[in-house]
C-alpha cells in the first residue's frame, strides 16, 4: 500500500506537468530569504500580454508538509504587464518595529510592489526559512505552475543545497518556464544563482543581494531596469560598447561607478571624486549585459544598463 505521502505526491503531480511551455506563463524570477524580515519573491511574466495576478496564488509548504494550510496562502493583486515583473514582499514597514516585527530594509521596500501577510497569525505565506518550499499556483485550473523547492521534503536548516536560507537567488536567464515537478529533487544551482547574505562571503554587498530587483533576464525576454528619474540625467556611451572604455556622464558630481554583472557580482569599482564626466574602464570584462550604479556625490544613484560587445 502506498504511504499518505506519496499519495498525497501523486495527487499533486496530477495537476502538474513536468515542464511549463515556455514563455507562456508566470513564473518565479527571484528569490530573497535575508537577514531578519528581509523576505520577497519576484513573479516575471514571460508572455507579450498583460496578466490579471488575481488568477493567482503564493502557497508556503512548511518544514516538510504536504499541504500548505489556508493561512499559507496569499493571494495576488493587481496587474502585471507583458514581460514585466511584480516584486511581493514580506509586509514589515513599522519603522519602530523590534524582533519579530523589524521593518525590512530601505532598499527592499524601494523595490516592493505588492506588500502581503503583514500578521503572522492571519497569514505566514511569506514568511519562509529556506527549507520551506514555495508554489506559484493559477487559482481558475487550480494548477502549480512554479515550484521552489521540493514538497514533502525538509532540507535542514539551511535550506536546498544550503543555498536557500540567507540567499538572493536569481532565475537563470535560461530558465523559461516555471519548475512543476513535485517529485524531483531539487536542483538548485540548474536554475539559480546564488548570493550568500555573509560579512565573509566576497559577493555580499547591499548594492548586490537587492540589485537586480524590479528586472529579470530571461530568453523569453529582459525587462526594463528601475532607474533613477530621469532628472539626474545619467548617461553612458558609447552604448552598446565595442572597446575598453565608455564615458559617464551626470548633471551633478560623480562619487563613484560600480559595475555588476546579472548573478549580482560586482565585476569592478572606480573612483571618480566630483567629474561630472568621467572615463570608465572595462578592461577584462567579457561580452554581455552589465549593470552600472553611479553614485553621486549627493548620495543618490542610478543604474544603467552596458552591453560589452
Not at 527549507?131 to 521534503?153: Q, Y
Not at 540567507?166 to 539559480?192: C, E, F, M
Request: glycine share 8%.
Amino acid at each position: 500500500m502506498k504511504s499518505l505521502y506519496s499519495l498525497v505526491l501523486t495527487a499533486f503531480a496530477l495537476t502538474s506537468v513536468t515542464a511549463m511551455a515556455q514563455c507562456e506563463e508566470l513564473f518565479m524570477s527571484e528569490y530573497i530569504e535575508g537577514w531578519s524580515n528581509n523576505k520577497a519573491i519576484e513573479i516575471y511574466n514571460p508572455t507579450d500580454a498583460a496578466v490579471d495576478l488575481s488568477d493567482y496564488r503564493l502557497e508556503r509548504y512548511s518544514n516538510g508538509a504536504t499541504a500548505a494550510q489556508d493561512n499559507q496562502k496569499v493571494d495576488l493583486s493587481g496587474t502585471l504587464a507583458a514581460n514585466s515583473v511584480v516584486v511581493v514582499v514580506l509586509d514589515k514597514q513599522d519603522v519602530d518595529g523590534t524582533g519579530f516585527e523589524a521593518p525590512v530594509w530601505d532598499e527592499l521596500a524601494e523595490a516592493a510592489d505588492l506588500w502581503v501577510c503583514p500578521v503572522y497569525e492571519e497569514n505566514n505565506s511569506m514568511y519562509f526559512n529556506g527549507n520551506d518550499a514555495m508554489v506559484l499556483r493559477k487559482i481558475s485550473t487550480n494548477t502549480p505552475i512554479d515550484i521552489f523547492g521540493k514538497i514533502g521534503e525538509d532540507p535542514g536548516e539551511t535550506g536546498w543545497a544550503e543555498m536557500t536560507q540567507n540567499h538572493t537567488l536569481i532565475r537563470k536567464p535560461s530558465v523559461t518556464g516555471g519548475d512543476t515537478d513535485a517529485l524531483n529533487d531539487y536542483l538548485v544551482v540548474d536554475q539559480w544563482d546564488g548570493i550568500l547574505w555573509s560579512n565573509d562571503s566576497l559577493n555580499y554587498t547591499l548594492d548586490t543581494v537587492f540589485l537586480n530587483l524590479g528586472s529579470h533576464t530571461c530568453e523569453c525576454g529582459t525587462t526594463d531596469v528601475q532607474e533613477q528619474p530621469a532628472s539626474m540625467d545619467v548617461k553612458v556611451f558609447p552604448n552598446p560598447a565595442s572597446g575598453d572604455v565608455v564615458w559617464v556622464s551626470a548633471a551633478s558630481a560623480i562619487r563613484e561607478v560600480v559595475l555588476h554583472n546579472l548573478a549580482g557580482q560586482q565585476v569592478g569599482r572606480q573612483a571618480i571624486n566630483g567629474l561630472g564626466v568621467a572615463e570608465v574602464r572595462l578592461v577584462d570584462m567579457t561580452a554581455g549585459l552589465y549593470l552600472m550604479e553611479v553614485v553621486l556625490e549627493n548620495g543618490t544613484r542610478a543604474t544603467r544598463r552596458v552591453v560589452r560587445k
